[in-house]
């Protein structure tokens, strides 16, 4: 049976998880990624995977190239269907996803989430392999007021990355409805995704300066930084620090092979679910935690709220969860353990 699955942006952080699960589960794995992002050793543990598994050799397939490159892409989808083969499906991650960055360099974010799909979706169409999954945000949603997100609140992101997923969601259902007895569409909203496969094989590559609170904490717990900025000590919540909806990455990732197989085997159609846990952590909570299971020091500053930030946010994953059946099993405590464990083995970002 052809069990292809075609997976931009699958050597970075999340997309490097999934292809890990889709590999055990016994699938042609099929990676387009430039690595204008993706940790090398992500590279080359999935290489290494494939290459020592007998049962299972060179079934992760790796392609260098960038999703606006339309010629790359015809020849890779050519290529398969001269082995009278198609994608069953493609789970689209490729993508840049720095809020800050998106604010300082908006063209060449438009320019790969929004043009890179594009390409995508034409030779997709192309080829007649109709069935995708895309990697989309709770950013969508903006600053709002509601503490529980559901899918069905209006899109309001407040910057030029959000902008970006909504204009894609947008694309996608306008494809599917120039033809919808064929396309099937989901649009996956990540709340916050962190930790990494114990193994401590796939990371994220960050900076010095991440964005992100769990690089950030992991710098200042390896001495790399010397505090946690953490804004505001007066939200509404029970310690005045904000709260989130951390989602480990390997919970996150299955909820994709769910949604592959939700799509595949029902009707066509499109649909647009957040991928949370449903509970929130505050701030200071996800020190604590950080700090007791890994037995190290976050020293931390309070900072004046950033502008446009709000007191909680929080997915409302029922949807999610009648449909796929799809139930996050993994714990705050593993998220921290898992993190730091990915930071010393690895060190990306030194
Ligand atoms: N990590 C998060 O917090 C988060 C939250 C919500 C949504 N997302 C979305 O999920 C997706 C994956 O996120 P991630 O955290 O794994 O990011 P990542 O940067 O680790 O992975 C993205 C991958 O896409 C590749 N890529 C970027 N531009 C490309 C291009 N033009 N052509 C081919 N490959 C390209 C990068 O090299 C990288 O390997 C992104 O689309 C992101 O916007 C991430």
Same mark, same amino acid.
């Given at each position: 049976?052809?069990?292809?699955v075609l997976i931009s942006g699958g050597t970075g952080?999340?997309g490097?998880?999934?292809s ?9 794995v099929h990676i387009v990624d430039s690595f204008?992002?993706s ?9 290494? +995977? ?5 049962? +299972?050799?060179?079934?992760?397939f790796i392609n260098e190239g960038d999703i606006r490159d339309?010629?790359f892409l015809?020849e890779l989808f ?9 994608f069953?499906?493609v789970i689209h991650l490729a ?21 890179g799909?594009?390409n995508l979706?034409?030779v997709m ?6 069935? /995708? ?37 947008? /694309? ?74 951390? /989602? ?41 935690? +950080? ?58 970002? /030194?």
């Amino acid at each position: 049976m052809n069990k292809k699955v075609l997976i931009s942006g699958g050597t970075g952080y999340i997309g490097s998880h999934i292809s890990l699960q889709l590999y055990k589960l016994g699938f042609d794995v099929h990676i387009v990624d430039s690595f204008v992002n993706s940790p090398g050793k992500n590279l080359e543990n999935l290489k290494n +995977f494939s290459n020592k598994d007998k049962n +299972f050799k060179n079934r992760i397939f790796i392609n260098e190239g960038d999703i606006r490159d339309r010629k790359f892409l015809d020849e890779l989808f050519l290529d398969i269907s001269k082995r009278k083969e198609m994608f069953l499906a493609v789970i689209h991650l490729a993508g840049l996803k720095s809020v800050p960055e998106s604010i300082s360099d908006p063209l060449r974010y438009w320019d790969v989430n929004v043009n890179g799909t594009i390409n995508l979706l034409n030779v997709m169409k192309k080829y007649n392999c109709k069935s /995708i999954i895309f990697s989309s945000s709770a950013t969508v949603y903006g600053n709002v007021k509601e503490t529980f997100l559901r899918e069905d609140l209006p899109c309001n992101p407040c910057n030029p990355y959000g902008e970006t997923k909504v204009v894609i969601e947008k /694309i996608l259902s306008n494809i599917f409805t120039s033809d919808p007895d064929n396309w099937r569409i989901c649009n996956l909203r990540y709340f916050n995704p962190v930790g990494a496969d114990p193994s401590g094989l796939f990371g994220e590559k960050f900076s010095y300066n991440p964005s992100n609170l769990f690089p950030y904490l992991n710098l200042v717990a390896g001495g790399k930084k010397k505090y946690l900025r953490v804004f505001g000590k007066d939200w509404p919540t029970k310690d005045g620090t904000a709260i989130r909806d951390y /989602i480990h990455v390997c919970d996150l990732s299955y909820g994709h092979i769910l949604a592959m197989n939700y799509l595949l085997f029902k009707k066509s159609q499109i649909l647009n679910l957040n991928l949370g846990t449903g509970k929130g952590t505050t701030v200071l909570e996800l020190i604590k935690t +950080f700090e007791r299971v890994n037995n190290c020091t976050i020293k931390y500053e309070f900072e004046d709220r950033r502008p446009g930030d709000v007191s909680s946010l929080i997915a409302d994953n029922n949807l999610s969860k009648k449909i796929f059946k799809w139930y996050p099993q993994k714990s705050i405590e593993e998220m921290c353990k898992d993190s730091w464990n990915c930071f010393i083995k690895n060190k990306y970002a /030194i």
